[in-house]
């Protein structure tokens, strides 16, 4: 029986073409777009991680409360002690400090006088330890736009829009004034090795990024770091990892009555970014949700026209002494049919776009200039396991869906009714 | 058991026409013996296919019984009734009623397919349906490439080929010229005779007449006459 239905939706075209182009639109839409809103979200995720967050971050209880600020005088102290005790204690964590400081960026002109100023957000990063991660982290080289990495203390790099605004190319000096730890002003004469565009407008508006030990000389931050950031090896950021990681350090380290005690956050925790990590989670069911309910209702109302077509057909096969309910179901086992090849199709064509969208992705970079959130420059997907599968569930439970209920109405009609369209 | 297939008593038939109703048959009494091969004959609007319905179990009666088979069709189940036409009944009608996306064969095939025959019983069955009508050499043609009396000796294999006690036609010859209405009722009166196959006929067809051993008139729903014919003889 199924080879008899297989014959009649592949030699009647009405009957399977229109079906089949929109189970493969729908699937192929909802592969893409969750591949792909997937990848953006994974991106985004990524990109606080790297940047701000970290999968687990450690501040002091103090600092947390003021973070925007970004109050050194509250910083982490005996850092020197704290990071290989988190070495020893999480190795499935990376953890590595960073300094956070806010200053004036001055322009000395050739005599050393100020040519130009603006405030900078700086950030003092492992540039020299030769196994650290960090400028990969950052995707520094990558965002190089002029110059080079700093090769040696007392360089610096600054973003381009920044270098570009004060007209400062590399090989120039810029000049930092903060206030150290405990107040006292701070200033110290860096190189500017290069320049960077993150394409993040957050990022990008005026940053300078220089070596962990630079900054400690400058901020008087000996075995003090602003925040010490956790990265979980596998390189993924997973809610249980970083939860076990926060709350065993958590109730071994910290002190909820001395706001100098450290404390620890996961990645769900800050800047909101639990939301996103839910979209990430649940764009597949979003999207199958929406492209079920749209291809459900085109379905069963091409299933409609093609089930009044096809009058004739069941009213020929009553009378050949097959029951409604046995033409019922063929027709679910066409919609089923029909549903699985539309989904190959689609997944197929999906995947596809996918994997391009992958590896060029598309660039947004210009219409989220104003943006002030941290948002990935190049909108790329994500080909995960269940893309392959995930088709299926808009590809089937939409066609057997549209045709039950077109179905219905057949087969709520009347025998003789039916069978008498058989004489017109 | 006696010889009787088909036994209608005082049956009635009405279709509801706005908040009233209209009676198409009325107080039918007839019964049918084994081997018939009797015509409906009468105007149009008589009542003969309201009546090859009920007969063919695609429709109840309103009143009245039609007991068909030893089974009252008012009684059947939709499930019961579809398994009386599978086994039991073939249908041939006037404008052929072919699968068009199935080939010959597979039309044929049908009904035994949903009797879940094997393919080997099946496809010996239909090509010996296929034999009876002479059609051997279409068996893989599609409908749209037969001629109108190719098409309906296909139907006639279609009805055939479950090896039902009774066919009913429905102005099988109405769409044929005259050379196909002969050819076509020969090959049935054939099929009458040697499987003793009864037919039931509605027909306006004089052509249709001479093949009759029996003719019953229907006016305005009700019989106005019953007589039994000396058909030719093959
Ligand atoms: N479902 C229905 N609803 C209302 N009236 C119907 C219905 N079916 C048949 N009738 C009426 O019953 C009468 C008998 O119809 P039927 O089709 O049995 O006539 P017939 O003898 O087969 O005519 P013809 O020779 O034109 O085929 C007609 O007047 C028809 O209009
Ligand atoms: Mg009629």
Redesign the interface.
Known sequence: ?IQ?IF??II??RSRSTLPIIVVSIGVFLTVLLSGWMKGIFTDMIDMNANFSTGHVKIITRAYAENESQIPNDLALLGTDTLVPLLQKQFPQAEWVERIQFGGLLDVPDKNGETRAQGPAFGKGIDFSSPESKEASRLNIQHSLVQGTLPTKRGEAIITDDFAKRFNVKPGDKVTVFGSTMDGSMAFKTFIVSGTVRFGSTLLDRGAIIIDLADARDMLDMDNAASEVLGYLKTGQYNDEEANAIRDSFNTKYSNPSDEFSPVAQTLRQQNSLGQYLDMAENMSAIMTFIFVFAMSIVLWNSGLLAGLRRY??Y????????????IYKTMIYEAILIGIIGTIIGSIIGLAATYYLQEVGLDFSSMTKNVTMMLPPVYKAKITPELFYIGFFPGLIATVLGNALAGFAIYKRK??RL?RE??V | MNNNIIEIKQLTKQFPVGSSFFTALRDIILTFDKGEFTGLVGPSGSGKTTLLNIIGSLDTPSKGEAIVLGKSISKLTHKEAAQLRNRHIGFIFQTFNLLPVYTVFENIEFALLLQHLSAGQRKKAVMEALEWVGLTDKAKSKPAQLSGGESQRVAIARAMVKRPELVIADEPTANLDSENSHHILKTMKQLNRDLKVSFLFATHDEKVMQYLDRKIILKDGKVVEDNVLEAINL
């Open positions: 029986m008899f014959k009649g030699r009647d004739t057909e009213g020929i096969r009553l009378a050949l002494g097959e029951n409604k309910g046995h025998t003789a069978f058989l004489e």
